[in-house]
């Protein structure tokens, strides 16, 4: 792939885990447990064909309304994963960062986010955006918050600096698995100008052949940022 054509950033929405499973005839959470084997590889094949951003939506703010066992295991599927699988990622030279509500995490689950980024932060390979407790349009109402409090003039570029993404780039690709056509208050303020992929293919199931045709798809598409 030229140079020109790899994405800056790609926003990825996890869907389709709970299906997978259905499908498989195992308990739907296994289906998360398996998107997360899903995800470390697809981290991997997405640094070595050079993309320097990755933003994945693992966590958002309406799924604290789902039912108080799966949310309590996915409460400990994320710290597992921190501990061990990013872990992993630090020794590939990954930086993560999280974004989103920490603070309705447990201190346990803080702590390890923060240990983790500490850890990564010096790292220069892909840079994971792990999205936990996020949503777009509670990032927007945050940044305005913040704002209001400041008394700063609220332009397009000075309300840039205060969302949560502020210092990730613009995803140039959002891809949705799961076979579900919408964004689901994904990068409500940086996804303005992706180009958006959609797929039928659960998240479990989502492979590099699939990867690299959307990348493939996406160097041949004309961008015309609104002009």
Not at 147 to 159: D, L, P, R
């Amino acid at each position: 792939m030229e140079a020109k054509k790899i994405p800056a950033c790609i926003g990825i929405i996890l869907d389709g885990n709970r299906r997978w499973a259905k499908t498989k005839g195992l308990p739907k959470l296994e289906g998360h447990r398996v998107g997360l084997e899903t995800l470390k590889q697809t981290i991997r094949l997405l640094q070595s064909r050079g993309v320097p951003h990755v933003a994945v939506f693992m966590f958002s703010t309406e799924n604290w309304n789902r039912e108080a066992g799966e949310v309590s295991y996915l409460m400990d599927l994320f710290l597992g994963s921190i501990r061990k699988d990013f872990n992993e990622l630090d020794k590939e030279n990954v930086r993560i960062r999280f974004v989103g509500q920490r603070e309705r995490f447990s201190s346990e689950l803080q702590k390890a986010m923060n240990e983790a980024e500490e850890k990564t932060a010096k790292n220069t390979g892909i840079t994971l955006w792990a999205c936990l407790s996020y949503g777009g349009r509670a990032e927007i109402v945050e940044a305005a918050r913040t704002m209001q409090k400041s008394g700063e003039e609220i332009t397009e570029e000075s309300f840039a600096k205060h969302v949560w993404t502020a210092e990730m780039p613009d995803p140039d690709i959002i891809i949705r698995t799961g076979g579900v056509k919408r964004l689901s208050n994904f990068l409500t303020w940086k996804g303005v100008y992706s180009e958006l992929f959609f797929t039928d293919t659960n998240w479990p199931d989502f492979s590099e052949v699939e990867l690299d045709r959307i990348l493939q798809e996406y160097g041949e598409r004309e961008r015309r940022m609104g002009r």
